[in-house]
């Protein structure tokens, strides 16, 4: 049993570092991996209603600073393991706007410039912040999207780290990165205009499918105030992670994710101002040893977004 939960603390340090291959069918209403955004509006609000488009002027420089704790907590068979607190770790990214096309279309660069967090004196802790921190300063990239927040194209390079032990892990944080962009409408809004979005991607080679729920609030000029709600779903897969130990097999029984977010966004800049909560359970399945055990797992995120200095 100890073995086991050993087992299961690696997999959740490890699950979001290392490729999952993915499988199952994909539910309906979703997009592929890697296209837009499919956008419902099930309420335009009351009047007067504008369009919502991102117009960022070329030349338009901001920093992006991310924060992100996380609490974890498992269960083996019926019996509770020890929990697990992440110390919060902020990243930091330039972002420049360096072309803007006749459609409306945005393409900026991305220059990350490290991490930083409080280890709690603890020296591994520190060293892996290091390590991470030195790692993250060498990742650039950049990105194109639509006027209405649509991920386009982004090239993310990485390729400096990508055979150290962080590189994968600096490919599940560029991921993220690349979905921070909040879908908008074509319609005209006004206040209480509620719209949904349905995304999927690929975070590590997982497939995930997300549906966000989001409420006009309130609009000042060209900033607008949004709440959201938002859903998270994988189908079950086969979960491949070095950090196990040998002879070790987990399959991803079920993944289900709920979360709120408030944000505000200048549509004439990229970065929002956000804050956002999320808990997510995992059952998942482990054969070690010639012992087959099931595992629950509740992750608790936090996730701060904001324009920087």
Known sequence: MKQAFVAGALLVTGLSAFPV????????????????????????????????????????????????SMGMSMEMSGAAGPGMTLPAIKIGADCVVTGVAPSGDVTYTIAFTGAEGDPGGNPQIASTLQTMNDALKTVKGSATVSNRGATLSSNIDFSKVADSPMGPTMGSTTDQMKVLSIPLPEEELGVGARWEAYQTFVNSGMTMYQKSEFE??????????????????????????????????????????????????????????????????????????????????????????????
């Open 21 to 68: 291959p993915a499988s199952g069918q994909q539910p309906d209403g979703y997009p592929a991996a890697g296209a837009p955004p499919i956008v419902k509006v099930l309420s335009t609000g009351a009047a007067p209603k504008t369009a919502l488009r991102y117009t960022p002027p070329v030349g338009t420089k901001q920093h992006i600073d991310m924060t992100m």
């Open 216 to 309: 006009l609030v309130a609009v000042d000029g060209r900033t607008v105030t949004l709440k959201s709600k938002l859903e998270q779903t994988a189908p079950p897969q086969a979960i491949s992670n070095p950090a196990l130990p040998p002879g070790a097999e987990v399959h991803l029984d079920k993944l289900t994710g709920v979360g709120t977010a408030d944000m505000k966004l200048n549509l004439n800049e990229l970065v929002p101002v956000s804050d956002a909560a999320m808990d997510t359970t995992m059952l998942t399945s482990i054969a070690m040893g010639g012992n087959a055990m099931q595992m629950a797992m509740n992750i608790s995120m936090k996730l701060t977004v904001a324009p920087g200095k």
